[in-house]
């Protein structure tokens, strides 16, 4: 039996882009119907049966994504592409909730356009029950970190992670230190199609920027000084998998802007080649400082932050994620002692002070507290003796200060100290020059103290 054409639905407003890209893809064998807004789209859908819609967000009868939503709802068998050249964070993590296969930028590349309508074409239809089954190891066999958390906050991260694993836009996490956006990225690449390929992590903080392009797309042998064999660049090993930026924020200026057409074409020339080198590479990055406004500034490029930051993630800090606190202590209590220690749980004085506590390292600090605190344990419940000091001396107003047989004068007016720095740093937002001016300290002298007491001031920024 011979098989069916597939039939591709056109919606865009742009005369030029609409037919050029029909008829590139009825040069590829695909039938196409073009149509310029999202009515007549919809009526089309009624009418004729269709394997893929193409469709542009700014067009007329789309204000609301209307389109989107009546083709996800009652055509949820058609695949979906969206190719917008207005790209906005909300209309994309709405496409993405909606579940496109995937959202691609203008100008956008024929090939590029064609790879992603393959992908499209390839995946099986969304009709329900027809899910693909997900790996729970790694491609190294590893088992991938579970992730614990069934706060409202987490539940939402969740959602987008199983909308946007599936497709090949390009996802930045936020979040603070700590947070998990690793756990994330990595989660993000194994709930997806390329979970057999590599995850390849580049951390951007140890780079050089002199070896930037070196580490990144390779080198010939004698290229440079130093360049005494040929080197396989990182780019090229995660051909057709994902590469993880970690610490984006940290890429200088330089290194940006070579990354920007690795991003941009999927092509790097490796140093000292002529010939350039193809890739297909999901690039999934990570980090902790506030890009848009490093945008804002000048201090990130605007056209990489916008190829990278197609859908963005932020991850919630610990002390916004409820009783995920517990989950997590008690996740961890499991999986470290894998029952060696006859330590079975927290003491309520206990669970209460984690649910209390700031946590300014986030899940990391977590997971170190209730490792040491496993180690002091002295029966099967581990009590405040076994937390350390930023824990142990908390004070938080509605808690009684202290039991005077177990406190010296000096730890009382050490946490009572912390306790005014805590809430100092929290009403000028970490700034340090205006909460040094209230407490009538120089700047130098409020950091001491700060460093002194362990306080982060970076958990207090805004
Ligand atoms: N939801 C989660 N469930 C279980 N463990 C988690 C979760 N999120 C993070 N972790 C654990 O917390 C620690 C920190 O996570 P991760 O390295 O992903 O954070 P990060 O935000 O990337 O940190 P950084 O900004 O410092 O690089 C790791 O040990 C990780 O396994």
Redesign the pocket.
Known sequence: MEKRVARILIADDEPLYRNTTAELLRDEGYECICVEDASDAIVQLQEHAFDLVLSDLNMPGNLKLELLKEGRTKYSHVQMIVVTGVPSVPSAIESVRLGISDYLLKPVKFEELLAAVKRALAQPSSIPGNTRSRPDRDDDGRSL?????DSAA?RDVLEIVHRVADSTANVL?T????????????AIHAHGARYREPFQVIDCTAIPDTLFESVLFGHVAGSFTGAVKDQTGLLRYCDHGTAFF??LGELPATSQAKLLRAVQEQTFTPVGDSKSVKVDTRFLC?T?RDLQSEVDSGKFRSDLFYRLAVIHIE?PPLRQRGD?VLQ?AK??LKTIQQNRTPVTGFSQEVADRFVQYRWPG???E??NVVERSITLARGDQIQMDALPAPLRNLVVSDVEVCDLSEVSRDEAIDSADQAYLNKLLQKHGGVIASAARQAGLSRQGLNKLLKRHNIDVDAFRK
């Open positions: 970190p579970e992730i614990i958390g987490m996490i979040g603070e230190s700590g947070t998990g956006k690793e756990v994330i990225a990595r970690d610490e990570a902790n991850l995920d997590l996740h961890f986030n899940i990391r977590l997971r």
